[in-house]
């Protein structure tokens, strides 16, 4: 079944329907129309429509707002240079580039799935065509070293290009259920980084190897310096849970 625009705005407008108090993101939202609206629409129907419904779903777009409204407050407007891990297609940095105030210098977005990383550039068409301010890597995270960043990304000719030096100012891992043996990839985050983490009481998924039962748990798995941030969001179908701070 191939993806409706309605259901592409419904999803964009899901905020309307979340406790998230954010008129003006919504106001963004709603100005979608017209020429944005068929640019951000194009983009996102490069993804196979299964990964589309599923990528802008109702909980996956609110929890991805929620990460923004909260990040907004403790460190906007300027993000500096982001990473996330584990990003998938990367629908962050697509809300990223919509938002009307969050800046950012670079989007980093590292998945091991080849293919993911090759949605998430399509899906970012318009920030990676913007001297990449918007690249995917396909790279485990177990093995990017954060604190000598090296990385190999494809360029448009398909040719292989060494990015060295972008140090991060923020690393995101929203998909923290995911990562098995999340301790030893917690321990590779640099000490001092500023990090957004997001987990779920969604066991019963499969590829859910790391679900938390609530956010005290979540809290222990990741120590941090300072938690400046603990929620956790509602969902019909789970709880998603939210941990930002100074790792
Ligand atoms: C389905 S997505 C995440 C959904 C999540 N709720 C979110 O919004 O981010 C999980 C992603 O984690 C990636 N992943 C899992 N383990 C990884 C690893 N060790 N290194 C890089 N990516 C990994 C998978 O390839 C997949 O794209």
Redesign the pocket.
């Known amino acids: 079944m191939e993806p409706r625009p309605e259901k592409f705005l419904l999803s964009l407008m899901a905020l309307s329907r979340t406790t998230i108090q954010q008129p003006d993101i919504l106001e963004a939202m709603n100005a979608l129309d017209g020429e944005l609206l068929g640019v951000s629409y194009r983009h996102a129907c490069k993804l196979p429509p299964a990964v589309f419904t599923?990528?802008f779903s109702d909980?996956?777009t609110r929890?991805?707002l929620w990460a923004l409204s909260i990040m907004e407050k403790l460190w906007g407007p300027d993000l500096g240079t982001v990473f996330?891990?584990?990003?998938?297609?990367c629908?962050?940095a697509f809300f990223m580039a919509r938002h009307p105030r969050l800046r950012v210098h670079k989007v980093r977005s590292?998945?091991?799935?080849r293919e993911?990383t090759s949605m998430a550039d399509d899906l970012n068409r318009q920030w990676v065509i913007d001297s990449w301010r918007f690249k995917a890597v396909c790279?485990?995270?177990?093995?990017?070293d954060m604190w000598e960043p090296s990385y190999e990304v494809t360029n448009f000719k398909g040719e292989q290009v060494i990015l060295n030096g972008e140090y991060p100012d923020l690393v995101i891992?929203?998909?923290c259920?995911?990562?098995?043996d999340f301790g030893k990839?917690w321990g590779t985050v640099p000490v001092g980084l500023r990090c957004v983490l997001?987990s779920?009481d969604f066991f019963s998924q499969a590829?859910h190897v790391n679900c938390m039962r609530d956010l005290e748990e979540f809290k222990a798995s990741a120590p941090m310096r300072k938690v400046l941030f603990a929620g956790e969001l509602p969902l019909p179908k789970y709880k998603?849970f939210m941990i930002c701070g100074i790792r």
């Open positions: 599923d990528a909980g996956q929890s991805k996330v891990a584990a990003g998938w297609v629908q962050l590292f998945d091991i799935c993911a790279k485990d995270i177990f093995e990017l891992n929203t998909a259920e995911h990562i098995q990839w997001q779920n590829h998603r």
